[in-house]
């Protein structure tokens, strides 16, 4: 891209001709243009880009160029940046809120945890709560990990499969400290709710475990009740041999058959 060529190294005086196209970049139509001056302005960390990046963070529609915005405002010092992304987590724009929780995380100053609210775990853009439910995993002190899992198992049976399996990856990766509250939720009256939270503590014991394959057996469950899906289990171990002897037996007839004939 010819511009970036131009203003590849960036000098930092704030309103320059170099600065303004930079500025001017970030908005361009083409997104290849937009991750560009992102990239060029993280290269070259400057304070006085600090507001351009958060208000693009607010609108930038690729998720790319997004990412590397966030990571330009991790060049510059945390003493300003964290400030201004706080402000971010009020914003009446759900994508506001995402993005400045994303930048948290990338960021990683424990001190933010308490602005990781009841509101932004709770709130109504799915996206915005997945985003919390991931910065609250890498932010809470160990010391707060049972509280911020009581709050987690009240989202449960929330949302498509994707907000779903957001949710059980924070409540696995809060560890054991999880189980009581699991546990209780799977006896909720709510089988969205039972599945979910089964499907979750599945998870948490055996992480190979797929989402998918842990969604199906905690709904069979679920469905049958703990001690009728145990007898169903029971009773499939039960008659496989039978079904090992009759496949045998029906092997042997084929060859006699043939040897007959």
Request: glycine share 4%; charged share 25%.
């Amino acid at each position: 891209m010819p511009w970036v060529q131009e203003v590849a190294p960036i000098n930092t005086t704030i309103g320059t001709p170099q600065n303004t196209r930079v500025a001017n970049a970030l908005s361009a139509e083409d997104s290849s243009v937009r991750l560009q001056a992102a990239l060029a302005v993280g290269s070259n960390p400057d304070p006085g880009f600090l507001e351009t990046l958060v208000e693009r963070c607010a609108v930038e529609p690729d998720f790319f160029v997004r990412d590397m915005l966030s990571w330009a405002l991790t060049r510059l010092p945390p003493e300003i940046t964290l400030p201004r992304i706080r402000r971010e987590l009020d914003s009446e724009r759900a994508q506001a809120r995402s993005q400045a929780l994303h930048t948290l995380s990338k960021i990683g100053d424990k001190g933010a945890w308490a602005w990781i609210t009841r509101d932004l775990l709770h709130d109504a853009d799915d996206e915005v709560a997945r985003t919390a439910w991931r910065v609250a995993v890498v932010l809470v002190p160990e010391d707060e990990k049972e509280g911020l899992v009581e709050e987690l198992v009240t989202q449960l049976g929330r949302g498509d499969r994707d907000v779903r399996l957001s949710l059980s990856r924070a409540l696995v990766d809060l560890g054991d400290v999880t189980e009581p509250a699991l546990e209780r939720a799977a006896a909720n009256p709510d089988p969205e709710v039972a599945t979910h939270a089964r499907a979750t503590e599945l998870l948490r014991q055996n992480p190979e475990t797929g989402f998918d394959a842990a969604i199906d057996e905690a709904k069979r469950v679920v469905t049958l009740g703990p001690e009728g899906a145990a007898a169903a289990e029971a009773a499939a171990a039960a008659a496989a041999p039978g079904v090992a002897e009759t496949a045998e037996a029906a092997a042997s007839a084929k060859a006699a058959e043939i040897a007959d004939c």
